[in-house]
C-alpha cells in the first residue's frame, strides 16, 4: 500500500511558515499546486486550517527539510511510519491456499450437515467457493461425494472461529425458538396444576375411607364369630 501524508492541506501551512522551502517543493511533497502554496504563503486562501507539524507525526525528518532547504532541487521524501497500518481486506470471495483447496468439499458438507440455517452466500464466504459446488453437496451429485468426509472448517483452516460464529448468528438472527416450532412440552398452568393436586388428595382419602371400611367389615365379622360360641357355653351350664 502507497503510503500517503496526512492532511496534506495543513501540512502545506505550516511548512510556508516554518520552513525556508521553495513553494515547488512544498507542492511537490504535499501533492498541490505551486499557485495554491503561493497563495497560502500570500495568505490569499486556507487562512482558517491550523498548520500540522509533519515531524511530531512522523512524517517528515528534521534531516530532510535541512536538505530541501539546502537544495532547492531536493525532492522531500515521506520518513518510514514506526507503525505498518494493514491494508483493509476488499470484499469478494475468501481466497484458499492452493494446499486447501483440497479440504473446502469435507468443509462444506460439515458445514451443510452441522449448520442447515446457513445460507449458499454464507458458506461460499467462509470457506471460498461457489454456490453450485454448495449445491452439488447438498444434493449429493458431487463427483466425489462417496468420498467426502465432514471437517470441521476452522480445523483446516480455512475461517475462523469467530467468522464461523457471526454467520450462524446471522442465520439464527429472526429465527422462532426451538419450542415454539417443535411444540415441546412447556411447564403446565398454575390453574392446572392447582387441579391436579386436588384430584390426587381427593383420590387419598377415597382410598382411606375404602381402607377404613374394609377394617370395620372385618370387625364385625369377628364378633359374629364369637357371639355363637358364647351362647353355646351357656346352655351347656
Known amino acids: 500500500m502507497a503510503q500517503q501524508l496526512l492532511m496534506p492541506k495543513a501540512t ?3 511548512l510556508v511558515d516554518n520552513t525556508a522551502l521553495s513553494f515547488d517543493q512544498i507542492a511537490q511533497f504535499c501533492k498541490m499546486h505551486p499557485l495554491e502554496v503561493k497563495a497560502i504563503a500570500d ?5 482558517g486550517i491550523k498548520g500540522l507539524d509533519p515531524v511530531q507525526t512522523g512524517q517528515l525528518s528534521r534531516e ?25 481486506k476488499r470484499k469478494g470471495p475468501r481466497y484458499t491456499p492452493v494446499s486447501k483447496r483440497q479440504d473446502r468439499p469435507n468443509a462444506i458438507y460439515w458445514l451443510v450437515r452441522n449448520h442447515a440455517e446457513l445460507k ?12 453450485s459446488t454448495i ?11 462417496a468420498n467426502l468426509t465432514p471437517m470441521d472448517p476452522v480445523t483446516l483452516g480455512l475461517c475462523t472461529q469467530i467468522d464461523l460464529d457471526m454467520e450462524i448468528e446471522k442465520a ?24 391436579l393436586g386436588t384430584e390426587v388428595d381427593r383420590d387419598e382419602r377415597d382410598d382411606e375411607k375404602e381402607i377404613d371400611a374394609d377394617a370395620v367389615f372385618a370387625k364385625l365379622k369377628s364378633l359374629k364369630r364369637d357371639t355363637p360360641e358364647d351362647d353355646d357355653e351357656d346352655d351347656r351350664y
Open 172 to 195: 439464527n438472527k429472526g429465527r422462532p425458538l426451538p419450542s415454539a416450532t417443535t411444540g415441546e412440552d412447556t411447564l403446565a398452568p398454575t390453574s392446572e396444576t392447582e387441579r
Open 120 to 131: 449458499d452466500a454464507q458458506i461460499s464466504r467462509l470457506v471460498g467457493t461457489t454456490k
Open 43 to 47: 495568505g490569499e486562501s486556507h487562512q
Open 64 to 88: 530532510e527539510i535541512a536538505k530541501g532547504e539546502a537544495d532547492t532541487a531536493h525532492k522531500l521524501k515521506l520518513a518510514e511510519p514506526k507503525v505498518r497500518v494493514p491494508e483493509t
Open 135 to 145: 449445491e452439488q453437496i447438498r444434493n449429493r451429485t458431487h463427483w466425489n461425494s
Open 12 to 14: 502545506a501551512v505550516w
